[in-house]
């Protein structure tokens, strides 16, 4: 069972405990795409893609050729098949920084709308996510498995939620960890929320998996819960305060200890949009001007779902380029925005073969009309999309 940060169940309680109503909430959910329908080149298939501009992280270049071959940005064109790109922008495949895998069709959407990568921050069990990984020619996946929670949460009250990863002290992190690891779980998360883990059995599991090399995500959606996630020494944050904007000390503390933030925009404005009071999305927008102004590191993430019961499920794949539209309108440039969701990404998780194009790296990529560093939402113009080196139909 996937699962994102909310059930409805327990949302709809504490809403109705504090006096809200929400009967009338409706999930966000954008009219359905199919994804990728198809599969117009296999693995091995050799492509020069002709005059292409191509974004090399910070500007476009003049009109040149890329190659693919085996699945690689390769050297040579010759006995390629040739493809005119008669002038489009290719960009490197993008990233989701924080999706909840569901199944297959998660892929191919993500894949349809030029999302080559999806980065998982909770599903289980493990049954759930192995035979999403490695599908050539589909979204390539990282998980975080199963996520660190407190007793009482929203989380552990899932009936299927295992028993392991409901951490009543620092003293059971190291198993925790360990579990994880032993599941195939590619960095470690924990919920900082309310309920939520006490500050020393955060730090305890941060301690846990850096031992082991773990990066440690943290779900944290208040000024408050951010504090003890820097305190811990986490290396990414998900989710920015909706209760009020990141002061400008917090946000430096970011910058200070190489702290990563993952903004989640779009779910940001989907909770804001549910009416409750003390969610306001100008907090949210407010902090990633914050954490831009403070130098900090910000990665495009969408917590893109289908679990039912959340309130706010963002649309895998498209949900994306919302995103970037968001970031852009919180005060970063194009290129940044674009960066977000590209090299960044790859260089914070490690993904050493990707976010860029360049020889040797995967042949994730989308081919473009009309100039995103002048205009973001020209991402969503897809002509073409390569999930290591497979060509697919966008999405329509």
């Known amino acids: 069972m996937c699962i994102s940060h909310r059930n409805r169940r327990d949302f709809l309680k504490t809403a109705a405990a504090a006096g809200v109503a929400v009967a009338g909430a409706q999930a966000l959910v954008a009219p359905g795409t199919a994804g990728a329908r198809e599969h117009t080149a296999a693995i091995g298939d050799k492509v020069a893609l002709t005059d292409v501009r191509v974004f090399d992280g910070s500007e476009l270049t003049a009109p040149r050729t890329v190659v693919i071959e085996n699945g690689r940005i390769g050297v040579s064109a010759f006995g390629a098949r040739r493809i005119d790109g008669e002038g489009a922008v290719l960009l490197p495949g993008l990233i989701d920084a924080h999706i909840h895998l569901r199944d297959v069709t998660t892929l191919r959407q993500l894949a349809g709308s030029g999302v080559t990568t999806g980065l998982d921050m909770a599903c289980f069990p493990p049954s759930a996510v192995d035979p999403l990984r490695e599908l050539p020619g589909l979204t390539d996946i990282r998980s975080a498995g199963t996520p660190a929670v407190a007793p009482g949460s929203p989380q552990s009250q899932l009936p299927a939620f295992p028993a392991d990863a409901v951490l009543t002290g620092p003293d059971q992190a190291s198993r925790f960890v360990r579990a994880r690891i032993a599941e195939g779980s590619d960095y470690i998360k ?55 904007p990141l002061p400008a000390g917090v946000a430096a503390r970011y910058t200070a200890t190489g702290t990563v933030a993952v903004p989640t925009l779009t779910m940001m404005e989907g909770f804001a949009g549910l009416g409750i009071p003390g969610m306001d999305y100008a907090a949210a927008e407010g902090s990633v001007a914050a954490l831009r102004g403070a130098g900090a590191r910000i990665l495009a993430g969408t917590d893109a779902n289908s679990t039912p019961g959340i309130p706010v499920q963002p649309p895998f794949g498209t949900s994306l380029h919302h995103e970037l539209e968001l970031l852009v309108r919180a005060g970063l440039t194009p290129r940044e925005a674009l960066r977000a969701a590209t090299g960044l990404p790859a260089q914070s998780f490690g993904l050493r073969d990707r976010g860029v194009i360049r020889p040797g790296y995967r042949a994730d990529l989308l081919l473009v009309d009309g100039d995103p560093l002048a205009d973001i939402t020209a991402t969503r113009a897809l002509r073409r999309v390569w999930v290591g080196g497979v060509e697919y139909s966008p999405a329509a």
């Open 190 to 244: 924990v919920i900082i929320d309310e309920p939520g883990l006490a500050p020393e059995t955060v730090q305890a599991v941060t301690t846990a998996a850096h031992s082991f090399g773990k990066l440690v995500m943290a779900h944290a959606t208040t000024t408050a819960g951010v504090e003890r996630a820097l305190d811990a020494g986490v290396d990414m944050i998900h989710h920015v305060p909706l209760d009020s």
